[in-house]
Structure formats: C-alpha cells, structure tokens
Nanobody, 116 residues
Framework: QVQLVESGGNLVQPGGSLRLSCAAP????????MGWYRQAPGKQREFVAN???????NYADSVKGRFTISRDNAQNTVYLQMNSLKPEDTAVYYC??????????WGQGTQVTVSS
C-alpha cells in the first residue's frame, strides 16, 4: 500500500506560520501532481493547493497570498508553507498524489489548529 507521510501540523496562534511536509515513494512522486486538501470539523474536504510536475501551482482563493506550495524532486517531498494563519484555517490537512495514470493517493492527515 502506497504511503504518503505527512508532518508539521501543530497548534499556532493567529498570524503565525507553519510548514507542512509530505514524503512519497519515488514511483509515485515522480509521476504525480502533488497537492494539499483540508477538512474542517463538520465540513467537506476542500482543495488547498497543488503543484504539477513542471512546477506550475494552483491555489484556493482563500489561501492565495498566504500559502506557498513547493516540491523537492530530489527528496520526493512536497511542502506547504502557511503564513498569516487564521482560525478558519483550522483543519486536518491531507497530502494527495494524483498520478499520470489518474490514480489518487492520500496521506493520513495532520492537524493544524489556529487559536489564541
């Protein structure tokens, strides 16, 4: 079973920053658009950001200008730098790999809580 391993979730005050990481097997990472999604309590999972193999990026409107997604192809890792965090960013954040073969893989999720 493919494993995407996330890390970096934590409790942070409003206005603070966090960086999430997600490592994937090379066989998956090298053929995938990598992305981040989040799910707040009582809400559906929603798209946050993704980055394609060539480096092009897409962001949800709610995080544009505050979050930055990047990928390190040598380390098979995707990052989500989150700045100016707001309480409404509180959610479980999931890493996603979408392969050229149109298969989806998900991480186990990491909790981000923004609260004073």
């Amino acid at each position: 079973q493919v494993q995407l391993v996330e890390s970096g979730g934590n409790l942070v005050q409003p206005g603070g920053s966090l960086r999430l990481s997600c490592a994937a097997p090379d066989s998956i990472f090298s053929t995938s658009t990598m992305g981040w999604y989040r799910q707040a309590p009582g809400k559906q999972r929603e798209f946050v950001a993704n980055i394609i193999l060539s480096g092009g990026r897409n962001y949800a409107d709610s995080v544009k200008g505050r979050f930055t997604i990047s990928r390190d192809n040598a380390q098979n890792t995707v990052y989500l730098q989150m700045n100016s965090l707001k309480p409404e960013d509180t959610a479980v954040y999931y890493c996603n790999a979408y392969t050229k073969q149109r298969r989806d893989y998900w991480g186990q999720g990491t909790q981000v809580t923004v609260s004073s």
